[in-house]
Every structure is written in structure tokens, then in C-alpha cells.
């Protein structure tokens, strides 16, 4: 990202965190030098191919199962108009506009390799509506994920052409959905005049899928590591042991993710560099072992960052590719037709990006119950004073349950499914849009659960003062009074819940403690390069000392 708030684009180079910044509005797109030389290439091969009357697909034929009658030269744009308005025919309500921006930006990218036959001037008008935010109302519901997200994709060209419904700013104190010629007017732009192709270039790709896929991943991100937090602070207040994250468990179960989380975990916990009063206040109680939703945080929470990275590269390849059909590809002085427009890869990624990171709230709630539990915490039940007069965290818990049941019911893989499309010509199709609404559904119940852990996790800290946990652990607490002061007594929850979900989404847990793992791996690293045969000693409470190595990424 530029500091100018410029973000080039040139269908090679676009990263998830650029998809993610470019929805808030604020962000401007520039097309490179090489992205606008590929693109006039690729319109000139495909004026070239018009002019010899060859036949290819969209562009003098029809579609899908019309694909073997052949369109006069004098019905060419026509052909592409119809093309637009008949395959506008989503429905429901309309993405937001944070993701119709990021829909439109990356349609722009995926233009800009040059292989769509689009010209430079209808390109360099979709940048224009970007730029100016002419956003055109783009419903959530109607693709298949077989020839790309047509339907979704079709609403976005169709705004640019001057119909439909596009936002107007200007509406009310808010805001709202205006004819889309008048907009684009009042914006200083003309409606786009299609040329020969190029509504099948607007139309054909995975670009919905891909953008809400990207979406997801940022939003995973976040709460894969704060969740990472969140248990070390559940773990503390529960007073259980971090024997289970010795290093040499996970040197002989080498996964990145486990080492990763366990790793962490050491880093947040008591130990000689990190002191915990409340670790100290119950070294010697002869536990062993803690439940399996603490002590194999490693495992669980490790696969589901292994994950997230995986999802991450199918993602971020896709937003870099061409998949639109047919493709032109100038140095073979071909247009070919192929299948890349399928929805399959991230749309089988996005239904395991939810089955993973659902674990994470899976996890979370089975804390969450054992903190409002008087068995498993030893603390007031539902950690509150005066119970019967207060019910204190009682619902909180129903809540994430309740967010834990509906995303079991989300991670039924819609990628499983296909029915066909399109007199069959188009048999086989990917479910994919499904897959991303329902991955972005999961992850944000995924932060609401880790939320109300985080709230049970400092509430459950009131009942231990005035003992104090690891400093990371304790500007954690302090974070989350700055916005939700303790539960006395029962008050209206909600408002609470939400506060804390603000504190994640804005990543403000990961940000508070992020300087003190880098400070713990890195004196790590230089004990183990400073003694390579030599262990270090660390506290494993709740057991007494014993010695043992400490290893860097590398060497662990």
C-alpha cells in the first residue's frame, strides 16, 4: 500500500491486505505502465481475429448452451448488452458497500493481466466508477460459482451501464439506492458503452467468491491469533498447568501451527522471564494435567492457523488470476477457451477455512462454560456476587453456544453440491458463492464467541485480585476495562459484548501482547545461540523446576 493512499493494480501483485484496505472507501486505483501495454495488446489480437470474421466464443457466438449460433457482425455490442441484462438476475438484499468496492476492485485486477480482450478505454472508465465510488447494488444471492459469480458479477456491470441501482450518498441522513444513470451523472461519468466481449469479460470470473474469500481470511487472521491470547488468559485465571506446552512435546509433533501456539502460549504464561502471582499462588498443587480445551490448544488452535495460511495462498492466487473464458493470450495470436472461470478452488478452500477456524469457538465455549462453573473455576458460579439476585455471566454462555451450534450447521461444505446449470451444458458447478458467505458468517460468530471468553476470562480475574497474572496477560485485562468496566451486579449485556468484539476486530488484543512475544523469541534465540548445548531453566508451575532446552523456530 502507497502512502498516498494509491494502490496500483496489474493483475499480478494484489495481496489480500490491499483487497481488504480498498473496501473502506478511501483508497484510490492506479493501473501500471505494463498492466495498460497487456491490455491493449490483448484487444488488439482480438480486433485482429473480429476483423478476419473467425468464430469464438462470446464474442460471435451465444452462450452456454448457445454457443454454436453465430451472431451478425452488426449485432456484436448488442449481443453484450443482452448478455448484462438477462444474467442480472440475482436476488435478496445487497452486499455492503465496503464489499461491492472490494468486487469491483478486484474485477479491475484481474482485467489488467490482459487476457479479457477488453480495451483500455472500458478498463480505464471501471477504474473511474472505483475512484469516484460508484458502487452498484449488487445482491447476495443467485451464483453458482460454474461460468465465475455471472449473476453478481452482472449487477456490477450493469450499474456501470447507466441501470439498475447504484448508491447514492446523497439520500437521506445515510444514504441509499438511487437509479444508476442519474448517479453516475451526478458522479461526472458517462454510462459504459459496451464494446465486442466485453460484457462477457465484466461477467465471466470468480471474482465474488474470491473477494468475500479474502474478506474471511483477513477477518480469521485476527481472531486466530487473539484467540491464541484469550486462551492463556483462560488458562491463568483457571489456574492450570503449562507443562502441557513444554517445548519437547512439540518438537516430536513438528506441525508449524502446534509449534507456533505453544510457543505463544510460553510466551504469555508463567514462566523465570514472565512472572504470573496467580501461577505462583498454586505451583505445588500436585495437578497433572488440565481438559483437553486447554491443554491441547496447541493442536487445535495450531491446525487452524496451518489452515487459514493454506486458504490464504489459494486466495491470493486466485485474486491474481484469469478466470474468465474465453481467454486471449496475445504472444500466440490465440483465443482460447478453457475453464478457469470454475469456482472450485475457493470454494473447497472456504468451506475449510470454516470447518478450522469454527474449532476456534468450538474450543472457546467448552472455557467459557468452565469459567461460570463453580466445579471446573473454584470461583463464584457465573462469576458474579450474590447469585439469584444476579445472574451475572449466565446468558453470556448461552450466547456463544447457541453461535457454536449455528456454525455446526455452516460448515456443511456447500461445495459438496451441484446441480446443473444451463440445458447441462454447464454440469458441474461449484456452490462457491455459498461457501463464502457462509465462511464469512462463521468467523465473525467465531469473534463473538472468543469475545464474551475474553469478558468471562477478566471477570473471572476479579474474583483472584489482588494476585496479578504475566504483564502481557494483565494490558490485556487493562484493554478490556478501558471499554467494559467489571460486573458487579447484572446490567444490560449486550453493549458489553459488543464492545469487546470492537477491541478484536480492530486487533487491539493481538497489538497489546505482540511486543512481548517478539521480546520472548528473540531472548530466546540469543540464550539458544549464546549456549546452542546448554539448557535454560524455566518454570513449569504447578511442578517443581526442572531443566530443560529452550529453542528457537529453527531449531524446534
Same mark, same amino acid.
Given at each position: 500500500?502507497?502512502?498516498?493512499?494509491?494502490?496500483?493494480?496489474?493483475?499480478?501483485?494484489?495481496?489480500?491486505?490491499?483487497?481488504?484496505?480498498?473496501?473502506?472507501?478511501?483508497?484510490?486505483?492506479?493501473?501500471?505502465?505494463?498492466?495498460?501495454?497487456?491490455?491493449?495488446?490483448?484487444?488488439?489480437?482480438?480486433?485482429?481475429?473480429?476483423?478476419?470474421?473467425?468464430?469464438?466464443?462470446?464474442?460471435?457466438?451465444?452462450?452456454?448452451?448457445?454457443?454454436?449460433?453465430?451472431?451478425?457482425?452488426?449485432?456484436?455490442?448488442?449481443?453484450?448488452?443482452?448478455?448484462?441484462?438477462?444474467?442480472?438476475?440475482?436476488?435478496?438484499?445487497?452486499?455492503?458497500?465496503?464489499?461491492?468496492?472490494?468486487?469491483?476492485?478486484?474485477?479491475?485486477?484481474?482485467?489488467?493481466?490482459?487476457?479479457?480482450?477488453?480495451? %483500455?478505454?472500458? $478498463? /480505464?472508465?471501471?477504474?473511474? +466508477? #472505483?475512484?469516484? *465510488?460508484?458502487?452498484?447494488?449488487? =445482491?447476495?444471492? @443467485?451464483?453458482?460459482?460454474?461460468?465465475?459469480?455471472?449473476?453478481?458479477?452482472?449487477?456490477?456491470?450493469?450499474?456501470?451501464?447507466?441501470?439498475?441501482?447504484?448508491?447514492?450518498?446523497?439520500?437521506?441522513?445515510?444514504?441509499?439506492?438511487?437509479?444508476?444513470?442519474?448517479?453516475?451523472?451526478?458522479?461526472?461519468?458517462?454510462?459504459?458503452?459496451?464494446?465486442?466481449?466485453?460484457?462477457?469479460?465484466?461477467?465471466?470470473?470468480?471474482?465474488?467468491?474470491?473477494?468475500?474469500?479474502?474478506?474471511?481470511?483477513?477477518?480469521?487472521?485476527?481472531?486466530?491469533?487473539?484467540?491464541?491470547?484469550?486462551?492463556?488468559?483462560? %488458562?491463568?485465571? $483457571? /489456574?492450570?498447568?503449562?507443562? +502441557? #506446552?513444554?517445548? *519437547?512435546?512439540?518438537?516430536?509433533? =513438528?506441525?508449524? @501451527?502446534?509449534?507456533?501456539?505453544?510457543?505463544?502460549?510460553?510466551?504469555?504464561?508463567?514462566?523465570?522471564?514472565?512472572?504470573?502471582?496467580?501461577?505462583?499462588?498454586?505451583?505445588?498443587?500436585?495437578?497433572?494435567?488440565?481438559?483437553?480445551?486447554?491443554?491441547?490448544?496447541?493442536?487445535?488452535?495450531?491446525?487452524?492457523?496451518?489452515?487459514?495460511?493454506?486458504?490464504?495462498?489459494?486466495?491470493?492466487?486466485?485474486?491474481?488470476?484469469?478466470?474468465?473464458?474465453?481467454?486471449?493470450?496475445?504472444?500466440?495470436?490465440?483465443?482460447?477457451?478453457?475453464?478457469?472461470?470454475?469456482?472450485?478452488?475457493?470454494?473447497?478452500? %472456504?468451506?475449510? $477455512?470454516?470447518?478450522?477456524?469454527?474449532?476456534?469457538?468450538?474450543?472457546?465455549?467448552?472455557?467459557?462454560?468452565?469459567?461460570?462453573?463453580?466445579?471446573?473455576?473454584?470461583?463464584?458460579?457465573?462469576?458474579?456476587?450474590?447469585?439469584?439476585?444476579?445472574?451475572?455471566?449466565?446468558?453470556?454462555?448461552?450466547?456463544?453456544?447457541?453461535?457454536?451450534?449455528?456454525?455446526?450447521?455452516?460448515?456443511?461444505?456447500?461445495?459438496?453440491?451441484?446441480?446443473?446449470?444451463?440445458?447441462?451444458?454447464?454440469?458441474?458447478?461449484?456452490?462457491?458463492?455459498?461457501?463464502?458467505?457462509?465462511?464469512?458468517?462463521?468467523?465473525?460468530?467465531?469473534?463473538?464467541?472468543?469475545?464474551?471468553?475474553?469478558?468471562?476470562?477478566?471477570?473471572?480475574?476479579?474474583?483472584?485480585?489482588?494476585?496479578?497474572?504475566?504483564?502481557?496477560?494483565?494490558?490485556?485485562?487493562?484493554?478490556?476495562?478501558?471499554?467494559?468496566?467489571?460486573?458487579?451486579?447484572?446490567?444490560?449485556?449486550?453493549?458489553?459484548?459488543?464492545?469487546?468484539?470492537?477491541?478484536?476486530?480492530?486487533?487491539?488484543?493481538?497489538?497489546?501482547?505482540?511486543?512481548?512475544?517478539?521480546?520472548?523469541?528473540?531472548?530466546?534465540?540469543?540464550?539458544?545461540?549464546?549456549?546452542?548445548?546448554?539448557?535454560?531453566?524455566?518454570?513449569?508451575?504447578?511442578?517443581?523446576?526442572?531443566?530443560?532446552?529452550?529453542?528457537?523456530?529453527?531449531?524446534?
Amino acid at each position: 500500500m502507497l502512502p498516498d493512499s494509491v494502490i496500483y493494480v496489474d493483475g499480478e501483485g494484489l495481496e489480500i491486505s490491499d483487497l481488504f484496505v480498498l473496501g473502506n472507501g478511501h483508497h484510490k486505483i492506479k493501473l501500471t505502465k505494463d498492466a495498460q501495454e497487456k491490455v491493449i495488446r490483448g484487444r488488439a489480437l482480438l480486433e485482429e481475429i473480429m476483423s478476419e470474421n473467425r468464430t469464438v466464443y462470446g464474442v460471435n457466438t451465444g452462450f452456454g448452451k448457445f454457443a454454436n449460433e453465430i451472431i451478425d457482425q452488426i449485432d456484436l455490442e448488442k449481443l453484450q448488452l443482452n448478455l448484462v441484462r438477462s444474467h442480472a438476475a440475482g436476488v435478496g438484499e445487497s452486499f455492503s458497500l465496503e464489499q461491492i468496492r472490494r468486487l469491483l476492485a478486484l474485477r479491475i485486477n484481474v482485467l489488467a493481466k490482459g487476457h479479457s480482450g477488453i480495451s %483500455l478505454e472500458t $478498463l /480505464k472508465m471501471l477504474i473511474k +466508477a #472505483f475512484n469516484r *465510488d460508484c458502487l452498484p447494488f449488487v =445482491p447476495e444471492k @443467485g451464483t453458482v460459482g460454474a461460468s465465475g459469480d455471472l449473476a453478481p458479477l452482472a449487477h456490477l456491470a450493469l450499474g456501470l451501464l447507466g441501470e439498475g441501482k447504484m448508491w447514492n450518498q446523497e439520500l437521506g441522513s445515510n444514504g441509499g439506492w438511487d437509479d444508476a444513470g442519474r448517479v453516475l451523472r451526478k458522479k461526472g461519468l458517462t454510462p459504459l458503452q459496451l464494446k465486442a466481449k466485453e460484457g462477457l469479460a465484466l461477467l465471466n470470473g470468480t471474482q465474488l467468491i474470491t473477494s468475500l474469500g479474502a474478506q474471511a481470511i483477513e477477518i480469521a487472521q485476527k481472531v486466530a491469533n487473539q484467540a491464541d491470547v484469550i486462551a492463556a488468559l483462560t %488458562l491463568d485465571v $483457571l /489456574k492450570g498447568t503449562t507443562r +502441557a #506446552f513444554d517445548i *519437547d512435546i512439540h518438537r516430536v509433533r =513438528p506441525h508449524r @501451527g502446534q509449534q507456533m501456539v505453544a510457543r505463544r502460549l510460553r510466551s504469555l504464561l508463567h514462566s523465570e522471564e514472565n512472572n504470573s502471582e496467580i501461577a505462583e499462588s498454586h505451583r505445588f498443587c500436585g495437578k497433572v494435567q488440565d481438559a483437553y480445551t486447554i491443554r491441547c490448544c496447541p493442536q487445535v488452535h495450531g491446525i487452524v492457523h496451518d489452515t487459514i495460511e493454506f486458504v490464504k495462498d489459494i486466495i491470493t492466487t486466485e485474486m491474481n488470476s484469469a478466470t474468465d473464458n474465453p481467454l486471449v493470450f496475445p504472444e500466440r495470436s490465440e483465443i482460447i477457451s478453457g475453464g478457469n472461470f470454475h469456482g472450485e478452488y475457493p470454494a473447497k478452500a %472456504l468451506d475449510y $477455512l470454516a470447518i478450522a477456524v469454527h474449532e476456534l469457538a468450538s474450543m472457546s465455549e467448552r472455557r467459557i462454560e468452565r469459567l461460570i462453573n463453580p466445579t471446573t473455576s473454584s470461583l463464584p458460579p457465573f462469576l458474579t456476587d450474590k447469585g439469584g439476585l444476579n445472574s451475572g455471566l449466565m446468558i453470556a454462555h448461552c450466547t456463544a453456544a447457541a453461535l457454536v451450534s449455528e456454525n455446526k450447521v455452516l460448515c456443511h461444505p456447500a461445495s459438496v453440491d451441484s446441480l446443473p446449470t444451463s440445458a447441462g451444458q454447464e454440469d458441474h458447478v461449484s456452490m462457491g458463492g455459498f461457501s463464502a458467505r457462509k465462511a464469512l458468517i462463521v468467523v465473525e460468530n467465531v469473534e463473538k464467541v472468543i469475545a464474551i471468553e475474553l469478558m468471562a476470562a477478566c471477570q473471572a480475574m476479579e474474583f483472584l485480585r489482588p494476585l496479578r497474572s504475566t504483564k502481557p496477560l494483565e494490558s490485556v485485562y487493562s484493554l478490556v476495562r478501558g471499554v467494559v468496566r467489571e460486573w458487579d451486579q447484572d446490567r444490560y449485556m449486550a453493549p458489553d459484548i459488543e464492545a469487546i468484539c470492537g477491541l478484536l476486530r480492530a486487533n487491539k488484543v493481538w497489538e497489546q501482547v505482540e511486543p512481548y512475544i517478539k521480546n520472548y523469541e528473540e531472548t530466546k534465540r540469543m540464550q539458544y545461540e549464546a549456549k546452542p548445548n546448554s539448557p535454560t531453566t524455566s518454570v513449569s508451575y504447578n511442578h517443581r523446576k526442572r531443566a530443560r532446552p529452550e529453542m528457537n523456530d529453527d531449531e524446534s
